[in-house]
């Protein structure tokens, strides 16, 4: 019996120390890191002969603190962005479907990926901070 209650107290403390210890602003700093101006710089097109393909000179994009977003490609409508756990959502007055990007951040280069997927075999944009 008093192993169960010692069973049942280690367990509820470490419930309480995984509540406690998880922080609200974490979308924050999602937010935070994604802010900034980023140059594509290789695109990965799954089941291609030679699937990592970098780019020269490739788009810009741009998220905004405000909330803003800008493609160098597609400059003639203004957009807004949001985030929702790994998936960026744009939306624009000149587009009435929104688009969404899984995304990802490693090594100070950003990673999107279309959803839905545009390639069967699974295709991906990587872009550097600039």
Request: glycine share 6%.
């Amino acid at each position: 019996m008093k192993n169960k209650k010692n069973t049942l107290s280690l367990f509820a403390t470490l419930v309480l120390v995984l509540l406690f210890s998880c922080s609200s602003d974490d979308g924050k700093n999602q937010v935070d890191n994604l802010i900034g101006v980023w140059q594509m710089i290789e695109r990965h097109e799954g089941g291609s002969p030679e699937p990592f393909q970098r780019v020269k000179n490739g788009k810009t994009i741009v998220f905004s603190e405000d909330g803003t977003f800008t493609d160098s490609f597609l400059e003639s409508c203004r957009y807004t962005y949001s985030l929702r756990d790994d998936i960026i959502t744009i939306q624009s007055p000149c587009d009435p479907e929104n688009k969404q990007y899984r995304f990802g951040l490693e090594n100070g280069h950003l990673r999107l990926t279309a959803i839905p997927n545009t390639c069967d075999e699974g295709c991906y944009d990587i872009y550097k901070r600039i």
